[in-house]
């Protein structure tokens, strides 16, 4: 089988060190009093066990009406704040350098709480990466092929680990079996945060 790193899917372990993760939490928390962590629902109608909120122009949702991008927060109703500034610098030395992103998902797993397998398509062009940094308690992980016939491979997010998705692995499958609680003491109340970048809409 292949290695996953010549799939796309490009690890690079403990980007952020310890200051730079209570720096980047900081932040995340601040603009998270401003648009709370809601339960989003599937529509199926099913409630997720991952939170969800989201910062920049776009954000991720679902509910009743689907899986799309939306200006506002679907419970306060407000536009959703910035994307805290090292994440876009982030964005432009990993991801692109010229094009920046304007969606920034914000998940919350506390206790007991993963995703499913799934592909990532709502946004506009896949041409555009993908990047994730994983602050808290670590996950497990999984990532597999564009088919539900390839098979897949176990990895550990770590706190401070930041991944960037781009080629073939943008359209792979993945999920979160589950989180491993304890494993960290950075966020207030256990748990992990994972912040994911993406070009969501068409350039203009
Ligand atoms: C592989 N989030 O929000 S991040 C998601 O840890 C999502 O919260 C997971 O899957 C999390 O959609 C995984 C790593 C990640 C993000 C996007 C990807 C892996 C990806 C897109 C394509 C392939
Ligand atoms: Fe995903």
């Given at each position: 089988?292949?290695?996953?790193?010549?799939?796309?899917?490009?690890?690079?372990?403990?980007?952020?060190?310890?200051?730079?993760?209570?720096?980047?939490?900081?932040?995340?928390?601040?603009?998270?009093?401003?648009?709370?962590?809601?339960?989003?629902?599937?529509?199926?109608?099913?409630?997720m066990?991952?939170?969800?909120?989201?910062?920049?122009?776009?954000?991720w949702?679902?509910?009743a009406?689907?899986y799309?991008?939306?200006?506002?927060?679907?419970?306060?109703?407000?536009?959703?704040?910035?994307?805290?500034?090292?994440?876009?610098?982030?964005?432009?030395?990993?991801?692109?350098p010229?094009?920046p992103?304007?969606?920034?998902?914000?998940?919350?797993?506390?206790?007991?709480a993963?995703?499913?397998?799934?592909?990532?398509r709502?946004?506009?062009?896949?041409?555009?990466?993908?990047?994730?940094?994983?602050?808290?308690?670590?996950?497990?992980?999984?990532?597999?092929?564009?088919?539900?016939r390839?098979?897949?491979?176990?990895?550990?997010?770590?706190?401070?680990?930041?991944?960037?998705l781009?080629g073939?692995?943008?359209l792979?499958?993945?999920?979160?079996?589950?989180?491993i609680?304890?494993?960290?003491?950075?966020?207030?109340?256990?748990?992990?945060?994972?912040?994911?970048?993406?070009?969501?809409?068409?350039?203009?």
């Amino acid at each position: 089988m292949e290695p996953v790193s010549q799939i796309g899917f490009r690890l690079a372990p403990a980007a952020l060190d310890a200051a730079a993760q209570e720096a980047l939490l900081a932040q995340v928390l601040e603009k998270v009093a401003a648009a709370p962590f809601y339960r989003p629902v599937t529509p199926g109608g099913k409630p997720m066990s991952v939170e969800m909120t989201n910062f920049g122009p776009l954000g991720w949702v679902t509910d009743a009406g689907g899986y799309r991008y939306q200006p506002t927060h679907p419970v306060t109703g407000a536009a959703w704040p910035d994307i805290p500034e090292v994440l876009l610098r982030l964005w432009a030395e990993l991801a692109d350098p010229e094009i920046p992103p304007d969606a920034c998902l914000v998940n919350l797993y506390r206790d007991g709480a993963k995703m499913g397998l799934h592909q990532d398509r709502d946004e506009a062009d896949f041409s555009f990466p993908v990047l994730s940094v994983s602050l808290g308690d670590t996950a497990l992980f999984r990532i597999g092929g564009t088919s539900r016939r390839d098979p897949t491979t176990s990895v550990r997010l770590a706190s401070g680990d930041v991944c960037l998705l781009a080629g073939p692995a943008r359209l792979a499958r993945h999920g979160i079996d589950r989180i491993i609680a304890g494993s960290s003491r950075l966020i207030p109340g256990g748990g992990r945060i994972n912040l994911t970048l993406r070009r969501a809409g068409p350039v203009a």
